[in-house]
């Protein structure tokens, strides 16, 4: 089974990424961009074909390794 | 000698360079604003140093590749001019397209500083004209992103070519993946461009210059570009 | 005052951290209700944090002058003379309770902080030095813990590019719920170009620089902002993220515009951001100071009042302006890519005045602000002392071999690579000593001179007795220092603690003070900047009391530095200072006899002096060819660390008839150090020691590769590294604690 | 106008992190995991409402910036 996590920072927490990426894609001269806020994303392949198990899964690895819950929100997506 | 040492946002080894440089060469360097269209006339060398260039966010070395400046150091280099990237400086380099490759996560996922040892694998390039082929020599590393990793082509391309000149090794010279810091594919610590007039490395051997201080085994490469330069002119 | 704003009540009182009395005071004060904002303004300048009303009393003991300071506490950082035109600026700071939230922010932001602290007085930092404690290695948190700290000290040193030298790590099970972080940043500056905070002069112009600013870290009170904050947000964290980047490029460009002589005064905006940097500056240059909080950056909408005025978003400073000065300063923040905005200006008024769309939300009187915060004589007991441990009542577990080789490999003695590997300890080209040793030392500019830094405190020592321990702290740290070569010059503290509102912590608070005062005064080493961390502690268990002291010395010549490695074979060991063999507190004692007990080894402040200017004549004179003090495990571990930093070990004399072996080996008495010097000249030194009335034994003679005790078996120096070198790393892959 | 630029390594590419991420789910005990791969997603806001104008500028930035194409794939998602 194939999965998608994805990891964002909560809204207002800075993000120094995205605010260096944003500054770089205006000085490239990249037309109209206004914000950036960068995350991440985890493709993560699983044996078995519970769905629900994977998912149970899931939200153990995101809790646990893949996000910092003080800062930053997850989303589980299995995707096929 | 005339070296240009480069300077972006968050660089922060660019002192160390030219102080290395200035002790080696007994010339200054000129420090090149990044925002700078062009490098300063008669430029023998552009050395990109190390650091945390835009705070190393996105892809390390991947905001500076972009700098106007770099468009002068692609010129420099395609005239034949000498290019020298150390650490974030190769990260740059990679990233400029003027090196094949990335530097990825160290294995170990940490930032290391740690004396490494490299083995000098030819002697006959400006970079490397300071040591002997086969020498060992002790310098520092100090990077979260040094580990080198290039597709078969690429890799097979750069060892046939024989344009791998530093890699991780033990004291002894042997290979051993103990002794390799980040776990860079067959060692690489640091690679030459096809023409043989760029280089790019992780380690710093501005760090290890002064007797004073301790080692100082990374004299010969800046001395080894000395020469080199004196004798081309 | 203003529309909008929540009506005071007395629980949104209570949520501010203000004591019914201290609100009364407020009420007198300003002779009507706050507004919320100035409510939340008090509650930043009243708090422990930048009032220390539960400290100031008793940090008025420690002798802040000397003939090298050129700026004690008050300031961002002390500051210190080392001659030439030269000055040290350092300070240490905690970030405890964050970097228990979030370890890796919390302590990157702790190196933000302090890193600040130095800069802004116009110094570049030269050397970071960083002070864990950790719980015990078998709590459920601690692994997560360190791996997240010390990335996170490092992500940001690294980064912004200071070389972290040194340090300390413990564990101890009373760190479980309340580890602690403490930073020390130290600037090189020149001593006719250092920044005040102090604003001068009427209607200057107030300059905001650096990072925009944003929800970040605004405490306790957040929860009520949020009830009147635009529609329904989800809980916003606490936690502030750190942003090394643009710390370096704020460096770099406040470097340069001080170097242009566009400043009057600077102060960098920490605890209470905006507040507290605002107010400083006003009341220390006895001026108003008028903001206008529109003209802020934010990179958030809909800010309010309250939030900017409370926000502790990083990388940010306040500065007056030479107004003649604007656009040439303006130009230079704008090449580093940096806000700079004009938010307000100094007035005569002695008001603090803050507006907001228009409407005026804020008007305090700003010294008051800061000089009427409530400063309290808490009540304090003294504990009473405990029993010294008799030799006799401590039966070895174990032969000397097998003890060295368990002690080696403990979580509190083992080698701390793991941790400094982490950090650039390299970067800037100056580091001529590594860690790993007593000192850090750090060549100033191209030399001769050179820096020797240290971080010191043995929590357990100050447990048991605290003024004792707080003597300790300090004289393990002139130790380190002179176990160099350096002339230790002055201090900075970090005051960790307890709550204040037991009278037992208070008694450990006010015996440490007490103890660091009188080591500071016997040793010449006067403290120029600290920080107090307070109420550390989970359900009621306090931490260790843990005064951490950050010292700096000088070496003249840092080619004459001595380090702690054995040299040659059969070069002579010999001890300096007195050995009895005091067991009670020792590592000894707790880890391998399983009793944390007795009272600690006493510091003779008189011997200490003598032994130590003995030893750093002895470097001075290049006679001594290694050096290292005995601290934590006692003379058979410190010869061990010896032996094992050079690859050469020992064969070690018997211990005296009258002392038991187990004690004179492990024993954690005070004032010594090892020394070693080339075959032959060892008659020589122990004549110039007696001539000079300190204590001195030749204890060996280096050689081998083992470390021979009479009437054992040789301990084999390559089974000692393993087990030095290996607790940390397996601990942190998983390992067994 | 808001939009998702996603970055993954293409396949081939050894991916470090991912491979860390992976062993410290396992020994953490997350069931089932087989395989991890980390990439990134930028959160873009973008001034003008139009989605073709957008969708250039975001694949210029994608294409200067956002992406390693020697070793990334991204792919670019007007969300509102
Ligand atoms: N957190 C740390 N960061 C950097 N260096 C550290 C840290 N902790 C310990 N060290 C280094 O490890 C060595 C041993 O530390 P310690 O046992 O506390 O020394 P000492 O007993 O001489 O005070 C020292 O050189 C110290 O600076
Ligand atoms: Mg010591």
Redesign the interface.
């Known amino acids: 089974m194939k999965a998608r996590v994805t990891v964002t920072l ?7 990424q995205g ?2 990426i944003e ?1 770089a894609l205006k000085s490239l001269g990249v037309g109209g961009v206004a914000s950036v806020r960068q995350g991440k994303v985890f493709d993560i392949e699983l044996d078995g074909a519970d769905k629900g198990k994977a998912e149970a899964a899931l939200k153990e690895a995101a809790e646990k390794l893949l996000a ?1 819950t ?2 930053e929100n997850y989303r589980i997506e299995v995707t096929g | 000698m005339k070296a240009a040492v480069l300077v972006f ?2 660089i ?2 660019e ?2 360079m030219a ?2 440089l200035k002790l080696i060469s007994g010339q200054e360097p000129a420090m090149v604003w990044h925002a700078e269209p062009q490098l300063p006339a008669g430029t023998d060398l552009v050395v990109i140093p ?3 260039s ?4 996105l892809r390390c070395g991947a905001i500076a590749a972009r700098a106007p400046v770099m468009d002068a150091v692609r010129a420099h280099a395609a005239k034949g001019g000498l290019v020298l990237g150390v650490c974030n400086g190769f990260q740059i380099l990679c990233e400029s397209g003027l090196l094949p490759g990335v530097l990825m996560r160290n294995a170990a996922l ?5 004396d490494v040892y490299l083995r000098v694998e030819r002697s006959d390039t400006p970079f490397t004209r300071g040591y002997n082929a086969g020498q060992v020599v002790r310098v ?1 590393v ?1 990077h ?1 992103e040094g580990n080198y990793v290039a597709d078969e082509a690429t890799l097979a391309k750069l060892e046939g070519d024989g344009r791998v000149l530093y890699r991780y090794a033990a004291p002894d010279g042997s290979l051993d993946p103990a002794w390799n810091v980040n776990g860079a594919i067959n060692a690489i610590a640091g690679i030459l461009n096809d023409r043989g007039n760029v280089l790019g490395m992780m380690p ?1 051997p ?2 290890h ?2 007797a ?2 301790g080692p100082t085994d990374g004299r010969g490469l800046f001395a080894g570009l000395v020469d080199h330069l004196k004798q081309a002119a | 005052m203003s529309r909008n704003e929540p009506r005071i009540t007395p629980e949104l009182v209570a949520e501010h951290g203000l004591k019914p009395d201290e609100y009364e005071r407020i009420l007198k004060l300003i002779g009507r209700e706050p507004s919320f904002t100035e409510l939340g303004i008090f509650s930043a300048m009243w708090n422990e944090h930048c009032s220390y009303k539960s400290s100031k009393v008793h940090l008025r003991g420690l002798p802040t002058t000397g003939a090298c300071v050129i700026q004690g506490p008050g300031e961002n950082a002390g500051v210190i003379d080392i001659g030439d035109g030269q000055a040290v600026v350092f300070k240490m700071e905690s970030h405890n309770h964050p970097s228990f ?2 370890p ?2 919390g302590a990157a932001t702790g190196v933000g902080g302090i890193l600040r602290d130095v800069f802004t007085m116009g110094a570049r930092p030269i050397a970071c030095l960083n002070a864990l404690s950790f719980g015990d290695p078998s709590h459920p948190k601690t692994r997560h813990l360190v791996s997240g700290v010390v ?1 996170g000290v ?2 940001y040193g ?4 200071v070389p972290t030298v040194g340090g300390q790590v413990r564990f101890h099970t009373r760190y479980d719920g309340n580890n602690l972080v403490n930073a020390m940043a130290v600037g090189l500056a020149d001593t006719d170009k250092i920044f005040y905070a102090a604003a001068s002069g009427v209607g200057m112009p107030i300059v905001y620089l650096g ?1 925009k600013t ?3 870290g605004i405490h306790g009170a957040s929860m009520a902002s949020a009830e009147f904050g635009e529609g329904a ?2 809980k ?2 606490t ?8 710390e ?2 704020l460096l770099e460009a406040c470097l340069e515009i001080m170097a242009k002589d566009c400043v009057i005064a600077i102060q960098d905006m920490g605890a209470a951001g905006l507040t507290c940097s605002a107010v400083e500056m006003g009341a220390k240059g006895d001026l108003g100071v008028t903001l206008e909080l529109d003209k802020v950056p934010t ?2 909408t809909g800010m309010s009042a309250y939030e900017m005025m409370l926000s502790e ?2 990388e940010r400073m306040l500065m007056v302006l030479k107004p003649e000065k604007e656009k040439e300063a303006e130009a230079i923040f704008r090449k ?2 940096l806000d700079f905005a004009i938010v307000g200006e100094t007035t005569p008024t002695k008001r603090f005045i803050v507006k907001h769309g228009g409407i005026v939300m804020v008007d305090l009187p700003i010294k008051e602000l800061g000089d009427e915060a409530p400063v309290y004589k808490r009540p304090f007991v003294e504990m009473p002392k405990l029993p010294v441990i008799k030799v006799i009542d401590v039966r070895p577990p174990m032969r000397l071999p097998d003890a060295l080789e368990k002690l080696i490999g403990t979580p509190d003695l083992c080698s701390r690579r793991w941790v ?13 000593q590594r860690p790993g040793g007593d000192s850090a030392v750090v ?1 100033v500019l191209d ?1 001769p001179k050179a820096l020797a830094l240290t971080a010191d405190v043995t929590p357990r020592y100050c447990e048991a007795d605290p003024f004792e321990g707080g003597k300790q702290a300090v004289a393990e740290a002139w130790r380190n220092i002179t176990a160099v070569g350096g002339k230790p010059l002055a201090l900075t503290d970090n005051l960790n603690f307890g709550n204040p509102e037991r009278p037992e912590i208070m008694g450990q608070f006010v015996g440490c003070v007490r103890g660091i005062a009188a080591a500071c005064k016997a040793l010449d080493f006067p403290v120029v900047s600290g920080n107090v961390s307070l109420y550390n502690e989970t359900q009621g268990r306090a931490i260790l009391p843990t005064p951490t002291i950050g010292g700096v010395g000088l070496i003249d010549d ?2 004459t530095a001595a380090t702690l490695a054995f040299k040659a074979e059969g070069e002579a060991i010999v001890l300096i200072g007195e050995t009895i063999g005091w067991l009670g507190q020792s590592l000894y004692l707790r880890d391998l006899c399983g009793r944390e007990e007795g009272a600690p080894p006493p510091v003779d402040l008189v011997e200490e002096r003598e032994n130590g200017d003995f030893v750093r004549a002895l470097i001075q004179d290049k006679l001594a060819t290694a050096a290292h003090d005995v601290s934590d495990g006692g003379l058979l571990v410190a010869v061990a660390e010896m032996a094992m930093a050079s690859g050469l070990g020992a064969t070690l004399e018997p211990a005296p008839a009258d002392t038991p072996p187990h004690a004179f080996w492990f024993g954690e008495d005070q004032a010594r150090y090892v020394v070693t010097v080339p075959a032959g000249h060892a008659e020589a030194l122990l004549a110039r020691a007696a001539e000079a009335g300190v204590p001195a034994s030749l204890l060996g003679t280096v050689g081998g590769t083992t470390i021979s005790l009479s009437g054992e078996r040789p301990i084999q120096l390559k089974v000692l590294n393993e087990r030095f070198e290996g607790w940390l790393p397996t601990y942190m892959a ?1 390992g067994p604690p």
Chains 1, 4 share one sequence.
């Open positions: 909560k809204t207002g927490v800075l993000d120094p605010k260096a500054g910092n003080v800062i | 946002p968050g922060n080894r002192r160390d102080r290395t190390g650091g945390f835009y705070g190393d966010y940490k930032f290391i500083c740690k520092p100090a979260g710093h501005e760090n210059v002064e004073a201080l | 939230i979030e890796y922010q990335a490092g992500g690294n980064s912004f590019g990072s944003g929800r970040d947000e989800e916003r964290p936690v502030q993220v750190g942003d090394p980047f643009s370096k490029l990179r958030e978003s990083q580093w890519g400094w590997e982490q950090y650039d300890h390299v970067i800037g080209g100056n580091t001529v060549r030399g840092f080619t998983g």
